[in-house]
C-alpha cells in the first residue's frame, strides 16, 4: 500500500489494523489478501523453510531449473518472502500459468496477489501446520538468467553498484540483458551473458558470493 492510499483510508476513519478489517469494501483485491493473512505473513520464515519451498518447485517441474533469488539465495537465516527464478531453454506459451496451475494441483497455493508475463505472486502453504508465505516466481530464459540472478539476489543498493560500474565502462545492465552503450547514449547489441560471474568481471569487480552481498 502506498502513502496516498494510506493517506486516503486514514481521513475515511480507518487509522489501525483492527480498522482494517471492519472495512474489507474499502480495500483492495491485493489488500484485502494482505490483510486476511497478516498475522502469518508478519512471522519470518525459516530459511530451511524457504529452501525447503524452492526445492518443492523445482520437485514439481524437474525439466526446468528452479533457482533460490532475494532473502533465500543470500543465505538470511529469516526471510520476509520467498523468491524463485525458473529458467527454461525453450520459450513455452502461458509458462507461468502452467507452473501455478501445478501448483494449485498439489494444494500449496491459498491465494495469487498478482501474475503476469513471467511472474506471479501469491501466497502459499507448504504443509497444514505452517503459517502461508509470500512467494515470488519469475520465469527468464537461458539467456537472461545471469542478469536476473543479478537483480533478484539484490539487496537494491548493491545491484545498483554494479549498474553503476556497468555505466563507468558503457555498459547498460538491466534485469533482462548486458548492452553497449553507443556514442550518443543509445542501447547496442546485448552481450552474451551465460554466467553472473562474467558480468562481474565486465565491469571490473571481484565476484561476490551472494551471501556476501549487503
Same mark, same amino acid.
Given at each position: 500500500?502506498?502513502?496516498?492510499?494510506?493517506?486516503?483510508?486514514?481521513?475515511?476513519?480507518?487509522?489501525?489494523?483492527?480498522?482494517?478489517?471492519? #472495512?474489507?469494501?474499502?480495500?483492495?483485491?491485493?489488500?484485502?489478501?494482505?490483510?486476511?493473512?497478516?498475522?502469518?505473513?508478519?512471522?519470518?520464515?525459516?530459511?530451511?523453510?524457504?529452501?525447503?519451498?524452492?526445492?518443492?518447485?523445482?520437485?514439481?517441474?524437474?525439466? /526446468?531449473?528452479?533457482?533460490?533469488?532475494? =532473502?533465500?539465495?543470500?543465505?538470511?537465516? =529469516?526471510?520476509?518472502?520467498?523468491?524463485?527464478?525458473?529458467?527454461?531453454?525453450?520459450?513455452? #506459451? #502461458?509458462?507461468? =500459468?502452467?507452473?501455478?496451475? $501445478?501448483?494449485?494441483?498439489?494444494?500449496?497455493?491459498?491465494?495469487?496477489?498478482?501474475?503476469?508475463?513471467?511472474?506471479?505472486?501469491?501466497?502459499? %502453504?507448504?504443509?497444514? @501446520?505452517?503459517?502461508?508465505?509470500?512467494?515470488?516466481?519469475?520465469?527468464?530464459?537461458?539467456? +537472461?538468467?545471469?542478469? !536476473? !540472478? /543479478?537483480? @533478484?539476489?539484490?539487496?537494491?543498493?548493491?545491484?545498483?553498484?554494479?549498474?553503476?560500474?556497468?555505466? +563507468? $565502462?558503457?555498459?547498460?545492465?538491466? +534485469? @533482462?540483458?548486458?548492452?553497449? /552503450?553507443?556514442?550518443?547514449?543509445?542501447?547496442?547489441?546485448?552481450?552474451?551473458?551465460? %554466467?553472473?560471474?562474467?558480468?562481474?568481471?565486465?565491469?571490473?569487480?571481484?565476484?561476490?558470493?551472494?551471501?556476501? $552481498?549487503?
Amino acid at each position: 500500500m502506498g502513502p496516498l492510499r494510506a493517506a486516503e483510508l486514514v481521513e475515511a476513519g480507518i487509522t489501525t489494523i483492527d480498522d482494517l478489517y471492519t #472495512n474489507y469494501d474499502k480495500l483492495s483485491r491485493q489488500q484485502l489478501i494482505g490483510v486476511q493473512h497478516l498475522s502469518d505473513l508478519s512471522q519470518p520464515i525459516p530459511l530451511q523453510e524457504a529452501t525447503a519451498l524452492v526445492q518443492t518447485v523445482q520437485t514439481l517441474y524437474p525439466y /526446468l531449473t528452479v533457482k533460490p533469488t532475494g =532473502q533465500v539465495r543470500r543465505l538470511l537465516p =529469516q526471510c520476509t518472502q520467498v523468491d524463485c527464478l525458473v529458467t527454461y531453454t525453450q520459450r513455452q #506459451n #502461458n509458462l507461468i =500459468q502452467t507452473i501455478i496451475d $501445478r501448483l494449485v494441483e498439489a494444494q500449496l497455493v491459498v491465494d495469487t496477489i498478482c501474475m503476469g508475463e513471467g511472474k506471479f505472486t501469491g501466497v502459499v %502453504r507448504l504443509a497444514p @501446520h505452517l503459517p502461508v508465505r509470500k512467494l515470488c516466481i519469475r520465469t527468464a530464459s537461458i539467456e +537472461e538468467e545471469a542478469c !536476473m !540472478m /543479478l537483480y @533478484h539476489t539484490g539487496p537494491d543498493c548493491f545491484v545498483d553498484a554494479v549498474v553503476k560500474k556497468g555505466l +563507468e $565502462r558503457r555498459l547498460s545492465i538491466t +534485469e @533482462h540483458s548486458v548492452r553497449k /552503450l553507443l556514442p550518443h547514449g543509445a542501447e547496442g547489441d546485448s552481450v552474451l551473458t551465460t %554466467r553472473e560471474r562474467t558480468i562481474f568481471d565486465m565491469v571490473g569487480i571481484t565476484f561476490v558470493p551472494p551471501e556476501q $552481498r549487503k
